[in-house]
């Protein structure tokens, strides 16, 4: 039954309609996913004065544009904002497998960067190019589709 038609007006016969979806691209394909860190040192990220309200809730972190510089990632002139979840307690017992930093004890998902797509990779902005690809393949992984990131018991990533 075609739905928004009066089957009055379809034709006498079927018809068909053959749909081609593309997944090799974002976001139809999306992962295999692997663990990695993000290779932003983490004093780079601004994080506002947590308060419990901000824990149960989330918060914004903000991130010069300077600081990815060397990473092989063009970011944009203005700075980059974040959206962060609830923190929630870390009871993982198994950190190294899921690359937690030892210090952590509290994690939170942060979600897609706003104009992550405008973020460019530019392999003449790298430290060494022995890391073409990785670094800022992390990064724009990161901005993209989000990521954990771990505070430790000072509020520090």
Same mark, same amino acid.
Request: aromatic share 12%.
């Given at each position: ?8 007006q ?11 979806v ?14 990695? *860190? #993000? @290779?932003?040192?983490?004093?780079? +990220? ?5 308060? /419990? ?45 899921? *690359? #937690? @930093?030892?210090?952590?004890?509290? +994690? ?5 960067? /706003? ?6 990779m ?22 993209a ?13």
């Amino acid at each position: 039954r075609a739905v928004g038609c009066d089957l009055r007006q379809l034709p006498g016969r079927r018809v068909r309609v053959h749909l081609h979806v593309d997944r090799t691209h974002f976001p139809q394909r999306l992962g295999p996913f692997d663990v990695c *860190n #993000v @290779p932003i040192p983490p004093h780079e +990220f601004e994080l506002p004065k947590i308060f /419990e309200e901000s824990k149960k809730n989330g918060f914004y972190w903000q991130l010069d544009p300077a600081s990815l510089t060397g990473t092989g990632v063009m970011g944009p002139d203005k700075r980059l904002s974040g959206q962060v979840s609830p923190l929630h307690d870390l009871s993982f017992n198994h950190r190294c497998l899921a *690359n #937690v @930093p030892e210090e952590a004890s509290v +994690f939170a998902w942060s979600y897609p960067v /706003e104009g992550w797509d405008t973020l460019e990779m530019d392999p003449y902005n790298l430290d060494s190019w022995e890391d073409i690809g990785e670094k800022s393949l992390a990064i724009k992984s990161f901005f993209a589709c989000g990521g954990f990131m771990y505070l430790d018991h000072e509020d520090n990533v």
